[in-house]
């Protein structure tokens, strides 16, 4: 009987440890990341509105080190996000990439031993703008030379792991990115600079693997 239950302590603290996110660690979690802007910009060229800019999805990857149990620091990377832009008299008139790497501090809660790990993040946002072209519409109104200027920002999240076994996780997360930029173009040779945020929340289903 006594031998049993050292046998069922040795096999709890034994899954504990299998099982949960700790200090030490470090994941990769790869899946779906769609981009939904929650744009607005100055009026372009005094008549036409803000810029409307549309969804995008990618893939997206995090890779997540456990400094403690507890706290996680995670590097948010995707494949580039293809946007189209315009506003509603004109429709689309361009397309734009950028890439939107973020840098976060987490508190996961829960311990060593929870299958289950919410988390909430803070950290800081870099996007980087390009290929920005305009297309046969706009290029038929005579705009040209377009240009995004890159954005700091600050981002926010919150994510819920969810642990298979060992090596396997799934994840959902919601990002929150403070990207506000200046577009550059020309309008029939006249340079233009509208202030345009896009601000998106990004939402990610994954996939996610321990080492
Ligand atoms: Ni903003």
Redesign the pocket.
């Known amino acids: 009987m006594k031998k049993l239950a050292v046998a069922a302590l040795i096999l709890s603290s034994f899954s504990g440890s299998l099982w949960a996110h700790e200090a030490g660690e470090f994941f990769i979690r790869a899946g779906s990341a769609t981009a939904r802007p929650t744009e607005g910009s100055d009026n372009v060229l005094g008549s036409l509105g803000g810029f409307n800019v549309d969804n995008n999805t990618q893939l997206g990857l995090t890779f997540t080190y456990m400094a403690t149990d507890n706290v996680g620091v995670e590097l948010l990377a995707a494949t580039p996000f293809r946007h189209k832009v315009g506003t509603g008299p004109t429709g689309d008139i361009a397309t734009v990439h950028h890439l939107p790497p973020s840098l976060m501090a987490q508190w996961y809660f829960g311990d060593a031993n929870s299958k289950v790990r919410p988390y909430v993040g803070a950290g800081v946002n870099y996007t980087t703008f390009f290929d920005e072209s305009f297309n046969d519409t706009g290029k038929a109104a005579g705009l040209s030379d377009l240009s995004l200027k890159d954005s700091w ?1 600050a981002a926010g999240q919150v994510g819920l792991d969810y642990l298979i076994n060992r090596d396997w996780l799934i994840n959902m997360s919601v990002w929150y990115m ?3 930029t200046e577009v550059k173009f020309k309008a029939g040779g006249v340079q233009q600079n509208v202030d345009t ?3 998106p929340w990004v939402f990610m289903f994954s996939a996610g693997y321990r080492f």
């Open positions: 920002g403070d990207i506000d945020r896009l601000d």
